[in-house]
């Protein structure tokens, strides 16, 4: 190949790795329900492949390669090497391996994580290149900024709400655990640059603003673990600004001799302390003007660790595979989980992303990562022998090894998305590559055209390599339309056009990427279907039974793949018993035997989740066995006490029993457990007004609207109650709170004209007890 087409095909990667670091900040797709998550993984796994593809190009064409000569590129490549092993011994060979919707923690993401480690290796060994980098970080930087100014102060998701489908969060990085800890890394970048750099006023001015704003966001969303680490490394660079000015060494790359007190350093220093001193208090003093949903939540430290633990008696070397740690959470979670607020959540990791990898990858996959981190420490320390050679190196050697560490202590101590983890990977190449240039990392150099039998050898195996490359794009742009089709999916209306739309858009992701999830969520939309052929009484009676038994197996065999798919995973046989407990409704054979064995089967895989147990108590309330029924809810609320679900089903059977007191005494069980639920005490209020208990059904209905101000329904039979002991001016104020809100409704208006009529009330409607009054604002129950 000509030297101008290996340069076009070198530099082709380059730019193709560069662009896709720059645009992963703040990339998202408009016009789609796709998360972040996916949308950046998807730009990271492609960027990444294409540039190794174009990499191989340039090195068949040129007949060699140049690889520095260090340990640290073996023990990168280890660490995909035993994902991929650990993955054999998953449950779920395909979600180890590339997982359903991006994940990190997979074989595929530590694959598409080492290529970019590799190539930075590769491509960021000269300070120009390294300026370019820098560059695209101040840029993604400001465009963070703009965008989450414009979206605090304009409100850009209520201008174009479409545009802004897949941005839940309110900013385009992700949750704002993950917004915050990049602009900790930011803010750190900006304090080196204004104290290490000389630059023109207009960017000056811009560092100092991007600064600022960043210090802000940080204020807003409040997370001490990046105040902890902005305050740590604010130290060290006003103490390595001190020192080595002391020391007669210029500093400033672009300025004179002259000294510079690191003022910003020492600022940011007192603004870490004030708010990890003071952080409740203060945090709750600028929640009261700007908060954000910071909604993120993890199992504790020591949670994890009892959860790797049992993982390891299990497998203690290559743990239960990649992306288990939901199997891995469901199987071995602590008993006192039930009480708290999280008991029925499946967490998908643990404390940090290192202390997952402990459970489902081993002690091998956590080793090779503490190895990776180690040898990384000793090329640093290596590193900061050379910074000082001229002041634009020690810009480059610290600020490249300031990344690399502030990214690595995340992945240690905190859940981060594919940013993070990509400029962990990323800095310690680039690392890497300024010892390279710095000649302290020799390079080996390794030519294959020069002799036959090598040279087949090495063509050979670079074809693989460039079809493998290929291949594996292809695969994550398979995986990326599937997750499209699967989020447009999810979101439908309980008619048939809409579900046949979203049955069509579930049957393609599941074409694209055979996974549980997928067919989870197929086997709900048909059970959707049969119950709206149900209620249409347009169909004929022979097309409803040849639609119904269509539909039927359609929903069995959808849940049964989920099964198949993942087998560990409780929920894919709770999902199964669900759709059997559903057809046994309908009488259909073999369907409550069958949903038995599912259950039983979800609590093996969640023996300490009482919502299984909830679900078999449903299953023999449907089929009439109360008392079975009743054993099970007993079970459910002696493993969770405050249980609102149970306590409410086990009123349901007292009161088809004629049992209303006793259904009473089982809500007011509720109401102590959850004494700040509003949907306890209105379902209270409805049981003791139809016990024609109006005083005890007017105590429980105001205890809900004052739990909910919005709670209409609450307002609305609250003015009932009022009405049957005759209180028609309370009465009155209620429905013209909800005339107001609701100036439509026909209940509302009913309810009016009938305060001024001899029978001062509406009568709940007997057949089916259900009022509804439809809101945007307030809750919407059909009673």
């Known amino acids: 190949m000509e030297p101008k087409k290996i340069k076009f095909f070198n530099k082709l990667s380059f730019l193709t790795l560069l662009v896709t670091l720059f645009l992963s900040f703040f990339f998202f797709l408009p016009f789609t329900p796709i998360t972040l998550e996916a949308s950046k993984g998807f730009l990271v796994s492609i960027g990444s492949t294409l540039s190794l ?35 054999f011994f998953s449950s779920s060979l395909y979600s180890s391996l590339f997982g359903t919707g991006f994940e990190v923690g997979t074989f595929g993401s530590m694959f598409i994580l080492f290529i970019v480690f590799f190539l930075s290796l590769i491509h960021f060994q000269t300070e120009k290149r390294l300026w370019y980098f820098l560059g695209a970080m101040f840029a993604s930087a400001i465009v963070l900024v703009v965008f989450e100014l414009l979206n605090i102060f304009v409100g850009l998701g209520r201008i174009f709400p479409n545009f802004f489908q897949g941005v839940s969060s309110g900013n385009l ?11 900790g890394l930011f803010v750190l970048l900006l304090m080196f640059s204004i104290e290490f750099l000389k630059t023109k006023k207009l960017l000056l001015w811009t560092e100092y603003f991007l600064l600022v704003v960043g210090l802000l966001f ?29 020391a007669g060494v210029r500093i400033v790359h672009g300025g004179d001799d002259q000294k510079k007190f690191p003022f910003v350093a020492l600022v940011t220093v007192f603004i870490c302390l004030i708010f990890l001193v003071g952080s409740n208090s203060i945090g709750g003093f600028v929640s009261k003007y700007v908060s954000v949903p910071n909604t993120d939540v993890r199992p504790s430290l020591i949670t994890t660790t009892q959860v790797s633990f049992q993982s390891l008696k299990h497998n203690p070397l290559f743990g239960t595979g990649p992306n288990t740690f939901a199997v891995d959470w469901a199987l071995w979670q602590p008993e006192g989980i039930t009480e708290t607020i999280f008991w029925n959540v499946d967490f998908n990791s643990g404390f940090s992303f290192l202390s997952t990898t402990l459970a489902t990858t081993g002690l091998l996959g956590f080793a090779s990562l503490l190895f990776f981190i180690i040898i990384l420490f000793i090329r640093g320390v290596q590193s900061l022998r050379v910074a000082l050679q001229n002041p634009l190196s020690n810009y480059f050697i610290m600020t490249t090894l300031m990344i690399s560490i502030y990214s690595w202590i995340m992945v240690a101590a905190y859940n ?14 680039m690392l890497v590559g300024i010892l390279v240039y710095k000649k302290v990392v020799p390079v ?130 709770l999902n199964l018993g669900n759709v059997y407990s559903s057809l046994s409704s309908l009488e259909v054979e073999n369907s409550y035997e069958s949903a038995v064995i599912a259950f ?32 099970f809810i007993e079970e459910a ?138 809101t945007e604002t307030g809750n919407e129950e059909n009673l």
């Open 53 to 87: 593809f174009f990499w191989l190009i340039a090195r068949l064409g040129e007949g060699k390669f140049r690889i520095p000569k260090d340990r640290l590129i073996m023990f990168g490549a280890i660490i995909p090497i035993i994902f991929l092993i650990a993955s």
């Open 173 to 183: 990085v992700g949750n704002w655990n993950n917004f915050t800890a990049l602009f």
């Open 218 to 246: 940080l204020i807003i969303v409040n997370v001490p673990l990046v105040w902890v680490l902005v305050g740590i490394f604010s130290v060290i660079i006003f103490v390595y600004s001190i020192s080595i000015q002391h």
């Open 416 to 429: 981060p998305n594919i940013i993070m983890l990509m400029l962990a990977f990323a800095s310690s190449g």
């Open 444 to 573: 080996k150099e390794f030519s294959f055209l020069n002799n036959p039998r090598h040279s087949f050898f090495a063509i050979l195996i670079l074809m693989i390599l460039m079809v493998g490359t290929l291949s594996l794009t292809y695969i994550y742009v398979e995986k990326f339309a599937s997750v499209s089709y699967f989020s447009k999916g999810l979101n439908y209306e309980m008619t048939l056009e809409s579900l046949s739309k979203s049955e069509g858009m579930l049957l393609n992701a599941v074409r694209l990427n055979k996974n549980d999830v997928y067919y989870r969520s197929l086997s709900q939309v048909y059970l959707d279907e049969i119950r709206v052929v149900l209620q249409d009484e347009t169909i004929s009676a022979d097309t409803l039974k040849s639609n119904l038994q269509q539909l039927v197996v359609l929903a069995e065999e959808s849940a049964r793949w989920a099964v198949k798919q993942n087998p560990k995973r409780y929920s894919n046989y």
């Open 600 to 631: 039983s089967k979800a609590k093996e895989f969640a023996p300490n989740n009482p919502s299984v147990i909830l679900a078999q108590a449903q299953l023999e309330f449907l089929n009439g066995n109360n008392k079975e029924a009743k054993a």
């Open 637 to 774: 609320l002696i493993m969770k006490t405050n249980y609102t679900d149970a306590f409410f089903l086990l009123a349901q059977i007292e009161a088809g029993e004629g049992n209303i007191s006793q259904a009473i005494k089982q809500a007011e069980r509720a109401g102590e457990k959850n004494p700040n639920d509003q949907t306890i005490f209105f379902r209270l209020g409805m049981f003791r007004y139809s016990d024609s208990d109006y005083t005890g059904a007017i105590s429980a209905f105001e205890k809900a609207v004052i739990l909910d101000p919005t709670y209409l329904n609450a307002r609305f039979f609250l003015g009932q109650a009022y009405q049957k002991v005759g209180r028609k001016d309370d009465a009155l104020i209620q429905y013209n709170i909800l005339s107001q809100v609701l100036p439509d409704s026909q209940d509302v208006k009913d309810a009016l004209n009938s305060l001024s009529k001899p029978s001062s009330s509406i009568e709940l409607v007997k057949d089916k007890d259900e009022v509804s009054l439809p």
